[in-house]
């Protein structure tokens, strides 16, 4: 796995901290910036540490499974692209037929709510940083990857309390495509690497 797919499953995981910054948006519309800072920064460590501890975990039992690890690189991004892909669609589809999504708001200013936002959006960071322990990643390219990781998620947290609703409703279905899409590539990419050209 080289740079540019890290760079991709960094964007690709960071579309659901998008979607809850900007539903969030409304609650830190006075916040000061060191504030808004220290918001992003939360869900940038905790994508960041999730993806650390699933690379620990794959690691702990990487050896048993070595013959399987292509198997499960594509079997994990693969649910969880496809997933993505679905929510996605699905709230297209509610969205063309008026129907509405949802959108609730969530109180960033809260310490309990963000740290359960965090978790909530890094969960498939654990199961992404699994997948990068079966496809041996050096140690440069995987702190490196993590350093992206959570760099690209304050960003988005950024991205999505700046744009608010207006983006939000207009790209948030959109991006989760997208970044269902670019998981379900990666898998399939290293898949084929595994087996056609290794």
Excluded at 101 to 116: F, H, I, M, Y
Excluded at 167 to 191: D, M, N, P, S, T
């Amino acid at each position: 796995m080289g740079w540019f797919e890290l760079f991709l499953l960094a964007v690709s995981l960071c579309f659901d901290t998008f979607a809850v910054s900007v539903s969030g948006s409304c609650s830190i519309k006075n916040a000061p910036a060191w504030r808004i800072l220290l918001i992003c920064s939360v869900f940038g460590i905790f994508q960041g540490a999730f993806t650390l501890i699933g690379w620990l975990g794959g690691m702990s039992f990487h050896h048993l499974i070595s013959s399987l690890d292509h198997w499960i690189a594509l079997a994990l991004l693969l649910y969880i692209g496809v997933k993505m892909c679905m929510e996605g669609v699905s709230n297209l589809r509610k969205a063309r037929r008026g129907e509405s999504c949802a959108e609730v708001s969530v109180n960033l200013l809260s310490g309990k709510t963000l740290v359960l936002s965090s978790i909530a959006t890094s969960i498939d960071a654990l199961a992404v940083g699994i997948t990068l322990a079966m496809v041996n990643l050096g140690n440069m390219k995987l702190y490196g990857g993590i350093a992206m990781i959570t760099a690209v998620t304050v960003v988005a947290s950024l991205a999505g309390i700046f744009s608010g609703k207006w983006l939000g409703r207009r790209l948030g279905e959109w991006a989760q495509v997208a970044g269902g899409c670019i998981l379900a590539a990666i898998g399939i990419k290293i898949f084929l690497e595994h087996t056609l050209f290794a």
